[in-house]
């Protein structure tokens, strides 16, 4: 019996070791039992062993941080962009130009002179230009990044089931959305941020992303598109998710061509200032360090005229009295 009691007793500190053994000052940290170590990649196979009962030192992070980037991983948590030519609709609701079929037409100019080039989602594009800009076809977005925020829940929301329950959700919410195309959920309690990745295969046109992403905004931002004026609620398990804000990123299947070169008036006015305000500052602080500096070489030779002064004449004295003396 006590060899039974024993071994009980042996097997429960094994199992409380391995559940003990994670690294708590670092989210990236691998760990291994027997003895539980810790450790982090900085390089390729180069691993750091950490310890992680103290904060991880900010070299190791550092180091840890640029080796994912170089990776392509995310060095932030979850959520941000799916990919580097993402685009955001920064430049708000305009007045488009439609097909008869209803898709926006590819150069858009908004009733202006000012025109540019939009996705499949009426998303810009391409840096802004005049009326003879080309937008030779309407590109197809294939991927939506919905970045979502729920409002605080009571109870605890489980994450295995929140692919299917997202997915059954905006099937249902937005008439029966092909929900095979919601391809990953990923969840951060602490944030209470929801990033769900829908996307189809490049020349897939019978699934249009762009319609259910602007539905969904829409609910988000308590406008509901539809007559009935409910809103986006998925249900996990028994826990009913409100949401409070969205972004939604838009991956095309050709990248965008968006440059920095095209700066507004506005901006480069403050360019100028800004570099007008530094140059004179510079110009005041030289001027005034040089003032300051003469003002102190004519006090030092001040000074040192009058420390010498005395011995001079002494000197000049003793001089003409040796003259006279050799004279005489």
């Known amino acids: 019996m006590k060899m039974w009691i024993a071994l009980v007793l042996v097997a429960f500190a094994a199992g409380a070791s391995a559940q ?11 760990c291994e ?22 904060l991880i030192p900010k070299c190791f992070l550092m180091k840890a941080e640029m080796y994912r980037r170089s990776k392509g991983q ?31 037409k590819a150069k858009q100019c908004n009733n202006t002179k000012e025109c540019w080039c939009v996705n499949s989602a009426g998303v810009r594009r391409t840096d802004k230009g005049d009326e003879n800009l080309k937008c030779d076809k309407l590109v197809e977005t294939n991927w939506i990044r919905l970045q979502l925020v729920h409002k605080p829940v009571t109870g605890e929301v489980k994450a295995a089931n929140l692919k299917s329950s997202i997915a059954d959700a905006i099937h249902k919410r937005y008439k029966n959305f092909n929900k095979d195309l ?5 969840y951060d309690p602490d944030s209470r941020m929801l990033v ?16 259910m992403a602007y539905y969904m905004e829409k609910d988000v931002k308590v406008l509901p598109l539809f007559k ?25 299947e ?45 006090a030092q030779w001040k000074s040192t005229e009058e420390l010498i002064g005395p011995e001079e004449e002494k000197l000049e004295e003793a001089t003409a009295a040796t003259v006279l003396h050799v004279v005489v």
């Open 228 to 252: 009935n004026q409910e809103k986006f609620e998925p249900t996990v398990g028994s826990q009913k998710l409100e949401m409070e804000s969205i972004l939604v990123y838009y991956v095309d």
């Open 254 to 298: 050709e990248a965008p061509t968006i440059t920095m070169k095209n700066l507004s008036g506005g901006i480069i006015a403050v360019i100028v200032v800004v570099v007008l305000a530094v140059v004179a500052g510079l110009l005041v602080l030289f001027f005034a360090r040089k003032r300051q500096n003469q003002r102190y070489n004519k």
């Open 182 to 186: 919601v391809e990953n959920v990923e």
């Open 196 to 211: 769900v990745d829908v996307k189809k295969p490049k020349g897939n046109r019978k699934s249009d992303l762009t319609h």
């Open 33 to 54: 039992d027997s003895p539980c170590r810790c450790n982090i990649l900085i390089g390729n196979n180069e691993k750091q062993m950490l310890n992680c009962s103290q």
């Open 20 to 30: 003990s053994c994670s690294c708590e000052t670092m989210k990236w940290a691998t």
């Open 74 to 104: 995310d060095s932030r948590g979850i959520g941000g962009k799916p990919d580097e030519h993402a685009l955001v609709d920064n430049d708000g609701i305009y007045d488009p130009m439609c097909e008869s079929d209803g898709k926006f």
